[in-house]
Every structure is written in C-alpha cells, then in structure tokens.
C-alpha cells in the first residue's frame, strides 16, 4: 500500500512541471510546434466566432490534441535517435520519418474534423452575405 506523504504529493506535481518544461522546450525549439499552436489558435476563435455547439468544440479539442500529442512525441523520438545515433543511419532515418508521419496522419485528420465542423456553419455565413 502506498502512503500519501508530503514527499510524495511534492513529486506528484513536480511531474507537472517537467511536463510543462518539455512542452515549452518543444514550443521553443520546434518550428511545427509553433505553426501547430496557431493554427489551433485560428480554429478556437473561428469556433468562437461562429458559436460552434459543445460537441463540434470537443471535436476540435480531440484534433487539435492529437496533432500537438503527435509533435510533441515526434520531437521526443527525434531527440532520443540524435542522441544515440548521431551518424547518419538507415533504422535513424526510419525511425524519424515514421514519428513525422504520424504527425502528418494526425494533421490531416485535424483537417478533416475541421471541414467537418465548419463546413455548414462557413457555407451559412457566406450565404448570409449573397441574400
């Protein structure tokens, strides 16, 4: 049976922390993250702006989740082969182009789940504007 100590809690959320250093770190480092992060940025404002019901927004929320998850584990996997391969390799080579394409499935996912929510709400508005 584990004991609930204070040494414990204190671990506990200094486990947040090191999450959040690695997010940041990845935020700084990585260009995709960055594009990633606003392009999530544009869709929440978009939903705001068309006042998109709770579940298009958990959609959204799901997508948007996936794809900055995919980066973030991209970056890990990136990092780990550099640091253990630092010379050009073929399995190095493999290993990283598959964690990128992860990313790419999970962005067009994104893409997909976006035109699926947005597709009607944008398709009304502009009919708003031609009547």
Do not use: C, Q
Request: no cysteine; net charge positive; proline share 3%.
């Amino acid at each position: 049976m584990v004991k609930n100590t204070a040494a414990g809690h204190k671990k506990f959320w200094h486990s947040f922390r090191f999450a959040a250093h690695g997010i940041a770190a990845a935020f700084k480092s990585e260009l995709n993250m960055k594009v990633h992060t606003a392009f999530a940025l544009v869709v929440l404002l978009a939903a705001a702006f068309f006042r998109l019901p709770v579940a298009s927004w958990m959609i959204l929320a799901v997508a948007i989740t996936l794809v900055l998850t995919a980066e973030l584990l991209n970056t890990a996997i990136e990092a780990t082969i550099d640091l253990v391969s630092p010379e050009l390799h073929p399995l190095a080579k493999k290993a990283k182009d598959t964690a990128a394409g992860a990313v790419l499935l999970t962005a067009v996912f994104a893409v997909i789940a976006g035109v699926y929510v947005f597709y009607h709400p944008v398709m009304d508005w502009i009919a708003g504007f031609m009547s």
